[in-house]
């Protein structure tokens, strides 16, 4: 017996040839087209294309800047390992030869003798403007573009504003060739798969369409370990004999290198309910803990030993528990709302309600440290200097997108200080300006916010040193010391994905996977005595920039001052340098503060050098 729920999601095998009886059609990929070339599609795409050589994967986008960066030295985005994927995809490798035999940094890793060939490979990662040829060309096209909280209108503040994907989409029905299977990348709305076939069916009536929903998982600063090691692949379809072939057509370029176990099938609405929901209990811990923070501070307790003892029950555990100044980046916020408005559109307004407070909190926990910054310097910043570091929203990436460091930076220029100082280890200055100026209109207008290339300057007569992201540099306590030099002290997988301290050689098989080869390059790279970019003599040479790239203007600041902003691609690798708090606290201005908004300094050293320290839920010890 039918169901009118079934029926859609029936219907989203649009045409199928099985439901009039004919044969089962199968599916063979071997181009795939990403339209959209910005945090998901760009390195999602990468991974297709450096997992699966035999496949041509093209990421459009009608962005030209954005575009010609991709097709450069410097991406427009920086993710740790991003690179040297973009290289080998993009670039192509030459034929390279390694020992199979975990060596000593003394010994020669790359000879003509080695046990272990690895072919030289064509690059099959393009990245183009030409939107309309590409789809059609294509077997597969992910849809991978923005879909942020919609601003006005009807659903403004909770509902998903869905002009890009909507555009896309249209795009997509007018030019992909019959029978492609169509990819929802982006996160969207439960039930969205009927919108894409009903824009399809208008534009194409009668073609046949595989309509798929394939949600990313990332989280920005690990998106690309989390693409090669992922905990799970998720493909929604149509319960269809051509729905569950299209799936398993998809299904096939993950297992490529994913597990067969980790790669989940469930129904198209399923999987587009499973993002947000993801994305939601993650927020709701985020906030769940905040809101204990406040507790900590009025009671006496120390939220991180409050955290420790709730985080060793087994059913709780200990991830997503570090009290701060709350969540950012362009997730969590906007996927608790889009879940927050299904639920009340579908007359469900008490599940509505109990989301909604997860952003309440959110909200609360950064305008609460904000206002304590405000209050410990006696409720007034005129002729003061307080310095921000870190503006990205999480350490390790360069998005900055629903940043709590932006909010924060909108209510300290209400005070009228003398300066706001900006750093950051990840992110370009001049795009951190350039997007402050942007983002702030009017307010920014001043002369009082000035992005520094190195926390120094940033910090050099600063009343208040603000830290709004938990980079590893920020911290104040001695880099952990290596474990001892022996094979045994050093675990070869960590969390199971290989640590690059230790050697992964001895490999089982002369057939080596990408994988492998790329945790030798990781491990090779972060030797004290590392053989540079490429410690395997694989890179082919990589296309220049052009004049306007901000990342080649900040390399010659950065050569002229000797402080770099970034990491390159084999420095990320290792251990970050801290800042030397001494020297930033001799150069602050008196009385000395330090407001720590993500736990990551130990007050009990900042008060030997003087200087006060105010974290969140935390009593003065680490």
């Avoid at 799970?232 to 072939?245: D, E, F, H, V, Y």
């Amino acid at each position: 017996m039918s169901s009118p729920i079934l029926d859609t999601v029936k219907a989203l095998s649009l045409n199928s040839s099985a439901s009039k009886g004919a044969a089962v059609p199968g599916f063979t990929i071997r181009n795939i087209c990403c339209v959209g070339a910005g945090y998901v599609g760009g390195p999602t795409a990468a991974v297709l294309a450096f997992q699966n050589p035999h496949i041509k994967v093209t990421v459009v986008d009608r962005d030209e800047t954005r575009i010609r960066r991709w097709n450069s030295r410097h991406p427009p985005i920086y993710e740790p390992g991003l690179q040297d994927i973009v290289r080998i995809a993009r670039d192509g490798s030459r034929e390279t030869f390694f020992s199979n035999d975990a060596t000593s940094d003394a010994d020669t890793f790359n000879s003509d003798f080695g046990e272990v060939r690895v072919p030289p490979r064509q690059g099959n990662l393009f990245f183009t403007t030409d939107v309309a040829n590409s789809i059609a060309e294509a077997d597969v096209v992910l849809i991978s573009v923005n879909t942020p909280t919609k601003e006005r209108g009807i659903g403004a503040g909770s509902a998903t504003d869905m002009t890009a994907f909507e555009a896309v989409t249209a795009v997509v029905a007018q030019n992909a060739r019959e029978g492609a299977i169509i990819v929802e990348k982006s996160t969207v709305p439960c039930r969205t798969a009927q919108l894409v076939a009903e824009t399809i069916s208008m534009h194409r009536p009668g073609a046949h369409f595989e309509i798929l929903s394939n949600p990313e998982f990332l989280a920005a600063g690990t998106a690309v370990n989390d693409l090669l090691y992922p905990d799970r692949i998720l493909i929604g379809s149509a319960p269809t004999a051509t729905g569950k072939l299209a799936a398993e057509a998809l299904v096939n370029v993950y297992a490529a290198w994913v597990p067969r176990e980790r790669i989940l099938t469930t129904n198209v609405w399923s999987s587009e309910l499973a993002k947000l929901v993801a994305n939601s209990m993650l927020a709701q811990r985020i906030s769940s803990i905040n809101s204990i923070s406040a507790v900590c501070e009025q009671t006496g307790a120390d939220v991180d030993e409050v955290a420790r003892a709730v985080g060793v029950d087994p059913r709780i555990g200990n991830k997503f528990l570090v009290a701060g100044i709350g969540f950012g980046g362009s997730c969590f916020k906007k996927d608790v709302l889009n879940l927050v408005y299904l639920a009340d559109t579908m007359g469900l307004p008490e599940v509505g309600e109990y989301w909604r407070q997860v952003v309440k909190m959110n909200e609360y926990a950064r305008d609460r440290f904000t206002n304590r910054v405000i209050r410990c310097l006696n409720n007034t910043l005129v002729g003061k200097k307080v310095c921000i570091l870190g503006y990205a929203f999480k350490k390790n990436t360069s998005d900055t997108r629903e940043a709590p460091a932006l909010e924060m930076i909108k209510t300290l220029l209400e005070e009228r200080p003398r300066e706001v100082a900006v750093f950051d280890p990840c992110c370009n200055p001049l795009v951190i300006k350039n997007e402050i100026r942007t983002l702030l209109g009017p307010l920014a207008e001043g002369n009082n916010i000035t992005v520094y290339g190195n926390a120094y300057d940033a910090c050099d007569d600063a009343t208040a040193v603000v830290i709004a992201t938990e980079f590893d540099e920020f911290r104040n306590q001695p880099v952990p010391k290596p474990a001892a030099s022996s094979a045994e002290a050093t675990p070869k997988l960590i969390g199971g994905k290989p640590n690059p301290k230790a050697d992964p050689r001895p490999f089982a098989s002369p057939a080596v996977s990408e994988n492998d080869i790329l945790a030798l390059h990781k491990h090779l790279a972060q030797r004290e005595n590392g053989q540079g970019l490429d410690p395997l003599n694989r890179f082919n040479t990589e296309p220049s920039c052009d004049n306007t790239c901000p990342d080649c203007q900040q390399e010659q600041e950065s050569q002229l001052t000797g402080h770099a902003t970034g990491m390159g691609s084999a420095e990320e690798y290792k251990s970050k340098e801290r800042l030397n708090w001494e020297r930033i606290a001799d150069s602050m201005a008196i009385p000395r503060w330090v407001f720590d908004g993500r736990g990551v300094i130990d007050s009990r050293e900042m008060v030997k050098l003087g200087v006060r320290v105010e974290s969140v839920g935390r009593q003065h010890r680490f």
